[in-house]
Protein backbone atom coordinates (compact mmCIF):
# COMPACT_ATOMS: atom_id res chain seq x y z
CA UNK A 1 0.00 0.00 0.00
CA UNK A 2 2.84 2.49 0.71
CA UNK A 3 4.56 2.14 -2.31
CA UNK A 4 1.17 2.34 -4.17
CA UNK A 5 0.85 6.12 -2.49
CA UNK A 6 4.65 7.29 -2.93
CA UNK A 7 4.14 5.81 -6.61
CA UNK A 8 1.14 7.86 -6.75
CA UNK A 9 2.95 10.93 -5.33
CA UNK A 10 5.31 10.53 -7.71
CA UNK A 11 3.40 10.62 -10.45
CA UNK A 12 1.30 13.82 -9.00
CA UNK A 13 4.65 15.67 -8.82
CA UNK A 14 5.61 15.32 -12.23
CA UNK A 15 2.07 16.26 -13.30
CA UNK A 16 2.84 19.98 -11.72
CA UNK A 17 4.44 20.16 -14.82
CA UNK A 18 1.04 20.47 -17.07
CA UNK A 19 -0.07 23.41 -14.47
CA UNK A 20 0.07 27.16 -14.62
CA UNK A 21 -0.34 29.94 -12.42
CA UNK A 22 -2.63 29.96 -9.23
CA UNK A 23 -3.57 26.35 -9.92
CA UNK A 24 -0.01 25.64 -9.50
CA UNK A 25 0.72 26.94 -6.64
CA UNK A 26 -2.14 25.83 -4.62
CA UNK A 27 -1.44 21.89 -6.34
CA UNK A 28 2.14 22.28 -4.94
CA UNK A 29 1.32 23.42 -1.46
CA UNK A 30 -1.29 20.71 -1.06
CA UNK A 31 1.31 18.11 -2.02
CA UNK A 32 3.75 19.17 -0.01
CA UNK A 33 1.53 19.18 2.87
CA UNK A 34 0.41 15.60 1.80
CA UNK A 35 4.07 14.04 1.28
CA UNK A 36 4.97 14.86 4.43
CA UNK A 37 1.81 14.26 6.44
CA UNK A 38 2.94 10.62 5.15
CA UNK A 39 6.51 10.80 6.29
CA UNK A 40 5.20 11.55 9.73
CA UNK A 41 2.76 8.54 9.17
CA UNK A 42 5.44 6.30 8.22
CA UNK A 43 7.32 6.74 10.93
CA UNK A 44 4.96 6.37 13.40
CA UNK A 45 4.38 2.80 12.67
CA UNK A 46 7.67 1.84 14.26
CA UNK A 47 6.90 -0.25 17.05
CA UNK A 48 7.64 1.22 20.17
CA UNK A 49 10.56 -0.33 22.51
CA UNK A 50 10.26 -0.55 25.94
CA UNK A 51 11.86 -3.18 27.47
CA UNK A 52 15.54 -4.35 26.19
CA UNK A 53 17.57 -7.13 26.73
CA UNK A 54 21.50 -6.40 26.79
CA UNK A 55 23.68 -9.45 26.61
CA UNK A 56 26.89 -7.74 28.35
CA UNK A 57 26.65 -5.02 30.62
CA UNK A 58 30.04 -5.41 32.31
CA UNK A 59 31.68 -3.80 28.56
CA UNK A 60 31.93 -0.20 28.79
CA UNK A 61 29.72 -0.47 25.39
CA UNK A 62 27.13 -2.27 27.06
CA UNK A 63 27.34 -0.48 30.32
CA UNK A 64 27.11 3.06 28.57
CA UNK A 65 24.12 1.49 26.25
CA UNK A 66 22.66 0.43 29.42
CA UNK A 67 22.45 4.22 30.94
CA UNK A 68 21.70 5.67 27.36
CA UNK A 69 18.40 3.25 27.10
CA UNK A 70 17.32 3.81 30.65
CA UNK A 71 17.38 7.40 30.49
CA UNK A 72 15.05 7.41 27.88
CA UNK A 73 12.66 4.97 29.92
CA UNK A 74 13.34 1.42 28.49
CA UNK A 75 13.42 -1.24 31.24
CA UNK A 76 17.08 -2.60 30.85
CA UNK A 77 17.00 -6.60 31.33
CA UNK A 78 20.44 -8.46 32.10
CA UNK A 79 19.23 -12.10 31.83
CA UNK A 80 16.01 -13.84 29.76
CA UNK A 81 12.67 -14.05 31.69
CA UNK A 82 9.12 -15.22 31.69
CA UNK A 83 8.18 -11.94 29.92
CA UNK A 84 9.31 -11.46 26.15
CA UNK A 85 10.96 -8.27 25.31
CA UNK A 86 10.97 -5.74 22.76
CA UNK A 87 14.45 -5.98 21.31
CA UNK A 88 17.72 -8.13 22.15
CA UNK A 89 20.74 -6.07 21.70
CA UNK A 90 23.85 -8.65 21.59
CA UNK A 91 28.04 -6.84 22.41
CA UNK A 92 29.92 -8.27 20.31
CA UNK A 93 33.96 -8.54 20.78
CA UNK A 94 35.89 -5.13 20.82
CA UNK A 95 38.66 -5.95 17.74
CA UNK A 96 42.00 -4.86 18.16
CA UNK A 97 44.74 -5.24 16.24
CA UNK A 98 47.04 -7.89 15.58
CA UNK A 99 46.95 -12.09 15.54
CA UNK A 100 46.16 -11.94 18.97
CA UNK A 101 43.24 -9.37 18.72
CA UNK A 102 41.84 -11.34 16.21
CA UNK A 103 42.20 -14.77 17.84
CA UNK A 104 40.33 -13.30 20.91
CA UNK A 105 38.00 -11.49 18.38
CA UNK A 106 36.45 -15.42 17.35
CA UNK A 107 37.08 -16.70 20.42
CA UNK A 108 34.58 -14.38 22.52
CA UNK A 109 31.98 -13.95 19.62
CA UNK A 110 32.26 -17.95 18.08
CA UNK A 111 32.00 -19.38 21.73
CA UNK A 112 30.38 -16.85 23.85
CA UNK A 113 28.29 -14.22 21.44
CA UNK A 114 27.17 -16.59 19.06
CA UNK A 115 26.14 -18.93 21.66
CA UNK A 116 23.80 -15.88 23.34
CA UNK A 117 22.69 -14.69 20.11
CA UNK A 118 21.12 -18.06 19.23
CA UNK A 119 19.79 -18.80 23.23
CA UNK A 120 18.65 -15.20 23.96
CA UNK A 121 16.44 -14.82 20.50
CA UNK A 122 13.76 -16.54 22.30
CA UNK A 123 12.90 -14.13 24.86
CA UNK A 124 12.39 -11.62 22.11
CA UNK A 125 8.83 -10.90 21.04
CA UNK A 126 7.00 -11.49 17.50
CA UNK A 127 7.87 -8.67 15.56
CA UNK A 128 10.81 -6.80 17.61
CA UNK A 129 14.14 -7.02 16.54
CA UNK A 130 17.70 -8.73 17.37
CA UNK A 131 20.49 -6.16 17.08
CA UNK A 132 24.36 -6.77 17.21
CA UNK A 133 26.68 -3.91 17.97
CA UNK A 134 30.50 -3.77 18.65
CA UNK A 135 33.41 -0.84 18.97
CA UNK A 136 36.99 -1.95 17.45
CA UNK A 137 39.95 -1.29 14.98
CA UNK A 138 39.55 -3.15 11.74
CA UNK A 139 43.04 -1.79 10.45
CA UNK A 140 46.40 -3.83 10.09
CA UNK A 141 47.18 -7.06 8.61
CA UNK A 142 44.26 -8.64 9.47
CA UNK A 143 41.49 -5.99 9.11
CA UNK A 144 40.20 -8.19 6.47
CA UNK A 145 39.67 -10.99 8.50
CA UNK A 146 38.20 -9.45 11.20
CA UNK A 147 35.31 -7.50 8.42
CA UNK A 148 35.15 -11.54 6.81
CA UNK A 149 34.58 -12.89 9.99
CA UNK A 150 31.67 -10.18 10.97
CA UNK A 151 30.31 -11.07 7.72
CA UNK A 152 29.51 -14.59 8.98
CA UNK A 153 28.44 -12.99 12.38
CA UNK A 154 25.59 -10.72 10.58
CA UNK A 155 24.27 -14.05 8.71
CA UNK A 156 23.98 -15.79 12.19
CA UNK A 157 22.18 -12.99 12.98
CA UNK A 158 19.86 -12.55 10.10
CA UNK A 159 19.05 -16.57 10.17
CA UNK A 160 18.41 -16.01 13.92
CA UNK A 161 16.26 -12.97 13.26
CA UNK A 162 14.07 -15.09 10.48
CA UNK A 163 13.64 -17.82 13.18
CA UNK A 164 12.27 -15.85 15.41
CA UNK A 165 9.76 -13.24 13.45
CA UNK A 166 12.42 -9.99 14.36
CA UNK A 167 13.88 -7.92 12.67
CA UNK A 168 17.75 -7.60 12.78
CA UNK A 169 19.85 -5.04 13.68
CA UNK A 170 23.62 -5.26 12.27
CA UNK A 171 25.45 -2.35 13.21
CA UNK A 172 29.35 -2.48 11.64
CA UNK A 173 31.84 -1.60 13.97
CA UNK A 174 32.41 2.00 15.04
CA UNK A 175 35.52 3.45 16.94
CA UNK A 176 34.42 4.71 19.96
CA UNK A 177 31.78 3.72 22.34
CA UNK A 178 29.69 6.63 22.13
CA UNK A 179 29.11 6.42 18.65
CA UNK A 180 28.23 2.97 19.01
CA UNK A 181 25.94 3.38 21.64
CA UNK A 182 24.58 6.69 18.96
CA UNK A 183 23.93 4.58 16.50
CA UNK A 184 22.33 1.90 17.75
CA UNK A 185 19.84 3.90 19.85
CA UNK A 186 19.09 5.75 16.34
CA UNK A 187 17.58 2.27 15.10
CA UNK A 188 15.67 1.33 18.38
CA UNK A 189 14.45 4.48 19.23
CA UNK A 190 13.65 6.68 16.17
CA UNK A 191 11.95 9.75 16.71
CA UNK A 192 8.50 9.82 16.02
CA UNK A 193 7.76 12.80 16.66
CA UNK A 194 7.22 15.59 14.06
CA UNK A 195 10.56 17.99 13.85
CA UNK A 196 8.83 20.90 15.86
CA UNK A 197 10.61 23.61 13.88
CA UNK A 198 9.04 21.83 10.73
CA UNK A 199 5.34 23.20 10.35
CA UNK A 200 3.58 22.07 6.84
CA UNK A 201 1.70 25.08 7.05
CA UNK A 202 5.10 27.65 6.78
CA UNK A 203 6.64 25.21 4.47
CA UNK A 204 3.44 25.48 1.94
CA UNK A 205 3.11 29.52 2.21
CA UNK A 206 6.87 29.78 1.50
CA UNK A 207 6.95 27.98 -1.60
CA UNK A 208 4.09 29.54 -2.74
CA UNK A 209 6.13 32.93 -2.13
CA UNK A 210 8.81 31.65 -4.52
CA UNK A 211 6.83 30.31 -7.06
CA UNK A 212 4.89 33.57 -6.95
CA UNK A 213 7.60 35.64 -7.60
CA UNK A 214 8.88 33.59 -9.89
CA UNK A 215 5.78 33.71 -11.86
CA UNK A 216 5.91 36.93 -11.61
CA UNK A 217 9.47 37.11 -13.30
CA UNK A 218 8.80 34.83 -16.18
CA UNK A 219 5.23 36.68 -17.60
Same mark, same amino acid.
Given at each position: MSEAVEAGAGLAWRLLATL??????????????? @???????? !?????? #???????? #??????????????????? #???????????????????? @? @??? %???????? !? %?????????ESLSQAVRKGGSIAWVSVGDVSGAYGHATIAFDAVVRASLQHAAKVYHCEPIWIDRCNTTELAVDVILAKLLPSTEPNPSFSIRNAANKVSVFLGRWLKMVT
Amino acid at each position: MSEAVEAGAGLAWRLLATLEGGSLVVATSALIAY @TARRRLTK !QRRHRT #VNSVLVSN #VTTSLGRELKRRLEAHGCV #VTETAGTEKVDSLVVIGAES @T @TGL %DGLMTLVS !Q %DVYENLNLLESLSQAVRKGGSIAWVSVGDVSGAYGHATIAFDAVVRASLQHAAKVYHCEPIWIDRCNTTELAVDVILAKLLPSTEPNPSFSIRNAANKVSVFLGRWLKMVT
